[in-house]
């Protein structure tokens, strides 16, 4: 019965590209990985093994070269030997191999294994610094992609990185098409399963189906799935297999440029935070029904410990889709931070549906670029161009949604603001949040409240006037010491007493005025005003909200409406203190 899996996107591409006339390729980014094509009716094997009898069933000879191994044939038919004394000189193996690939029959292959070692980018260096073995053989392979008689040909040049490395002049310009080896997709990850678990190779664990498995694997390779049921062995293959595999899979992959981060909470574990949690439950139930009119950013904004983290992780959990966290991509060789964003934006595009998490945006992305040029030669600007055009694509709406967290809100230039659709203040939890807090924090320490805890009381404390999430775990923390202490072991419920000593005892260790600079700007640059934390979503005012002091006078008591005006005079005042060289 013929399969119905559809042929890998990449494999269509090149067998397009070999239509139209093309004859170098060089293939990046999973080429490590098994290529299973059910339609080409050859079994699971590697990159070069696969295109090699992939040519061999079209009639073609087919060569292979390493620096390593020299020159080897690749196809069975082909007994012929290589004219050269030394099949490890590379020169002399290539020179031969030239007179070859402009020979039209019989058809020659040609696959040049570890090509970032035959022709390296040497990274923030001039070509001129290569070794004249390294300068030969890349001038004869840009020679080879740009040879008209070989293009009369069908002889076919292919070149194998697994670096992504492998020099410009060859990528841009040299006459090879670039072919991107993506990682599996679910139809490929669902055959490939389904070929292991036919061939015996091991099973799923029970109550774990084939379709469910092939979901839950998104990001991983063919090779990491083949591994899973090994490394199962007769216990059969479960989702926490999956979830430790994929981690490890997708920082190998992405150089620890991109971190999948496991979510362990959902909004069950999220107190106060009601203006977000009602808007991204509207948002969850868009995505859900399939709708496309979803913002594809959204940026949280606010002090420092105002939950923000933990809610980009609980809308994970609640939406199912993968968390990426993007690191640092930028590198001091020319070039190189260029191709570690392509490389951060290929995994992402591969893992949609998932959710893209830049932590301290202001830092990651540079702060203010509006004062002119940057000092990298024009690096940055091209990098946040690739960047924004990405963000803006239509196709990955609803599919890719980046969620940007912010400290420090007032450094953002506009340009990158515009980028982002739903901006959302953070402040600090009012006296009835702490009291709902108290006892979600207590749980996830692990710790128990007694049931004479009066949270309003607690909620009181001085101390406690501007608090973050942050410090409010440091004072349970702290109480459940003064608990075991006077108990005489660990572990012991904190009572009233343990926690109002630890309020009193809390000395908050940050600026308030730069606290309310923040949560300020916050809230003047929220972009809808039902999502401030005082309005519900029809533009009512909360009656259960408890305005924070610095906000009497600037918000109305009974409309909730903003006084721009105060808003942006207090603003100014406080810029002068937390900023003074400010203009």
């Not at 490590?32 to 079209?58: H, M, W």
């Not at 060569?63 to 007994?79: A, E």
């Not at 440091?474 to 003064?482: H, Q, R």
């Not at 072991?489 to 926690?499: A, E, S, Y």
């Amino acid at each position: 019965m013929p399969s119905t899996t559809k042929t890998p996107k990449w494999i269509q591409e090149w067998e397009q590209a070999r239509r139209s006339g093309r004859r170098g390729f060089i293939f990046v980014f999973n080429t490590t990985d098994y290529v299973y094509d059910p339609n080409s009716g050859l079994p699971p094997c590697r990159l070069k093994y696969y295109l090699a009898q992939r040519l061999q069933g079209e009639g073609y000879t087919v060569w292979g070269y390493s620096l390593g191994q020299g020159i080897y044939r690749l196809s069975r038919q082909n007994n012929q030997r290589p004219e050269v004394t030394d099949p490890r000189s590379p020169e002399e193996v290539f020179r031969w191999l030239t007179r070859q690939l402009r020979q039209p029959e019989p058809p020659t292959a040609v696959i040049l294994d570890h090509a970032d070692l035959l022709a390296p980018n040497a990274q923030g260096l001039t070509s001129a610094v290569l070794s004249p073995t390294h300068m030969n053989l890349l001038e004869i392979l840009h020679g080879w992609g740009i040879d008209d008689a070989i293009r009369q040909t069908q002889n076919l040049c292919l070149l194998v990185s697994y670096q992504n490395e492998v020099h410009e002049l060859l990528r841009q310009g040299g006459g090879y098409r670039v072919i991107q080896v993506d990682l599996p997709d679910e139809q490929s990850r669902l055959s490939f399963t389904q070929f292991l678990i036919e061939r015996h190779y091991g099973q799923l664990a029970e109550g774990l189906e084939v379709d469910a498995f092939a979901r839950i694997t998104s990001g991983l390779r063919l090779q990491d799935i083949e591994e899973l049921f090994r490394l199962a062995g007769g216990n059969g293959v479960n989702t926490s297999l999956v979830r430790e595999k994929k981690s490890q899979t997708i920082k190998q992959l992405g150089r620890d440029l991109v971190e999948v981060i496991e979510p362990t909470y959902g909004f069950d574990g999220v107190a106060g935070l009601r203006h977000c949690i009602d808007y991204l439950q509207l948002l969850l139930r868009q995505i859900r029904s399939g709708a496309t009119n979803v913002p594809q950013a959204m940026l949280f904004a606010g002090p420092p410990g105002t939950g923000k983290s933990f809610l980009v992780k609980a809308i994970a959990k609640e939406m199912g889709w993968t968390l990426l966290r993007l690191g640092n991509i930028r590198e001091k060789w020319v070039g190189a931070s260029e191709r570690n964003l392509e490389l951060a934006l290929w995994i992402i595009e591969t893992l949609a549906p998932c959710i893209v998490w830049v932590d301290e945006i202001d830092q990651a992305w540079g702060g203010q670029r509006n004062i002119g040029p940057s000092s990298d030669a024009g690096t940055s600007e091209r990098m946040m161009a690739r960047l924004w055009e990405f963000m803006g694509g239509m196709k990955h709406r609803g599919k890719i949604l980046w969620i940007g967290t912010t400290n420090r809100p007032d450094i953002l230039d506009a340009a990158t603001l515009d980028r982002f659709s739903v901006v959302i203040p953070f402040l600090h939890p009012t006296s009835q949040e702490i009291q709902e807090l108290l006892p979600v924090l207590a749980r996830q320490v692990d710790r128990e409240l007694a049931e004479d805890v009066n949270a309003f009381e607690i909620a009181q404390v001085p101390s406690l006037r501007l608090p973050t999430v942050r410090a409010l775990q440091e004072v349970i923390s702290l109480a459940g010491i003064f608990a075991d202490m006077e108990a005489g072991k660990v572990g012991v419920p904190i009572h009233q007493r343990h926690l109002l000593r630890a309020a009193h005892e809390f000395k908050p260790n940050y600026n308030p005025l730069v606290h309310e600079f923040i949560a300020l700007t916050s809230i003047r640059m929220t972009s809808f005003s039902f999502l401030l934390p005082w309005r519900t979503f029809d533009g009512r005012r909360r009656t259960d909200y408890e305005l924070p002091e610095y906000l009497k006078g600037i918000v109305d008591e009974t409309s909730g409406e903003v006084d721009l005006m105060a808003l942006h005079r207090r603003l100014s005042e406080l810029r002068r203190v937390v900023d003074p060289f400010s203009s």
